[in-house]
């Protein structure tokens, strides 16, 4: 049945009858903020390529996180930059280095705010890869392993909700969640960056986090951008070995693959609004040459048509502000 006796903008006329039939919503609840915390106090410092972002000391972080409990965003998760690196990045365990101590002030405080924790080593070595390296260039996927179990009882043992292990290697779900219930956690969970590719989108986050590479790239580790069917391998993987919930990182270019993992697997799927995503926006906004406000938000629908549930996103405050207006 077509026109005339069918007319689909009979129900577009008005912002009631839209309202009506919309298919996809957007909610403060599918938010998550993320923040950086860093040694000191008293540290309130903007990155200069994620505008309106911040690294924070322990002390200065707690102010943001009134902002977030306010807003109504359910959820934070936390980027450390430690106070020393060495070959095996052992910070990253380390209960009084940031990422431990923030957790510990925000559960004090605010015991139903959701925090997640980035579980990876890039921060916390000192050549900046995302495992041990062996021969002083290729990382040695089991040596690995470990290591990331003992960040992710740390992180629990400080008050951590969800753990999320960023490393991309092979079995770290399992070396996770082994670990995690043989220390009492049962009841923490895993958010597996279970599709993260090897992408040019990260660059303003590895300035923010001081986790570039010294040397060589994560192609080794990272995925192939032209890969899906790898991707959905990974994530039945990930699932088999304990994730809670997978992720797709980046989001705006691989949203064919966050709808393909949202439509084969029944697990919570969250995509990752990354740094040079946001910088772009901001940037383009910043020239007068987009509405900031529309693109963000209709960006954001995408991602949840796509079928995200959670968005990680540096635009999540001022997301939370449009959504009460």
């Known amino acids: 049945m077509g026109f005339p006796i069918y007319r689909p903008r009979r129900l ?7 309202s009506m039939i919309r298919e996809t919503t957007l ?90 924790t980035d579980a990876c080593l890039c921060e916390y070595t000192s050549h900046g890869h995302c495992g041990v390296l062996e021969n002083g260039c290729t ?50 969970a895993i958010m597996a960056y279970s599709a993260k590719f090897a992408s040019a989108f990260y660059g303003p986050f590895r300035a923010a986090a001081d986790s570039a590479p010294s040397k060589g790239d994560r192609k080794g580790y990272q995925m192939d951008p032209a890969n899906v069917r790898e991707a959905l391998r990974e994530v ?14 980046p989001a705006m270019a691989y949203l064919d693959v966050a709808t393909k993992v949202h439509e084969t697997f029944n697990r919570p799927l969250c995509v990752y609004n990354v740094s040079g995503e946001y910088a772009m926006v901001k940037a383009a906004a910043a020239n007068g040459w987009i509405d900031e406000k ?9 991602f949840k048509r796509a079928g995200a549930k959670m968005i990680i996103t540096y635009h999540a405050l001022d997301v939370a502000k449009w959504l009460q207006a």
């Open 139 to 188: 990382v040695n996927n089991d040596a690995t392993l470990p290591l990331l179990a003992k960040i992710a009882v740390s992180h629990a043992r400080c008050g951590a909700d969800i753990i999320a292990p960023s490393n991309m290697m092979d079995g770290y779900v399992q070396a996770m969640r082994t670990a995690l219930d043989a220390a009492g956690y049962t009841n923490v």
């Open 27 to 116: 909610s403060v609840t599918d938010l998550i903020y993320p923040l950086f915390v860093v040694p000191g106090k008293d540290v309130k410092k903007e990155i200069a390529s994620l505008p309106g972002n911040y690294q924070y000391s322990v002390d200065k972080v707690m102010e943001v996180i009134d902002q977030v409990v306010s807003l109504g965003i359910p959820a934070v998760l936390l980027f450390g930059l430690p106070s020393y690196k060495d070959a095996t990045g052992s910070s990253a365990w380390d209960d009084k280095e940031p990422v431990q101590m923030a957790s510990k002030a925000i559960k004090a405080k605010y015991p139903e705010l959701v925090v997640i």
């Open 12 to 18: 577009r006329a008005t912002e009631n009858l839209r």
């Open 294 to 302: 529309r693109i963000v938000m209709e960006t954001m629908l995408g």
């Open 236 to 249: 039945e993987l990930d699932i088999e070995e304990g994730a809670d919930i997978v992720m797709v990182k």
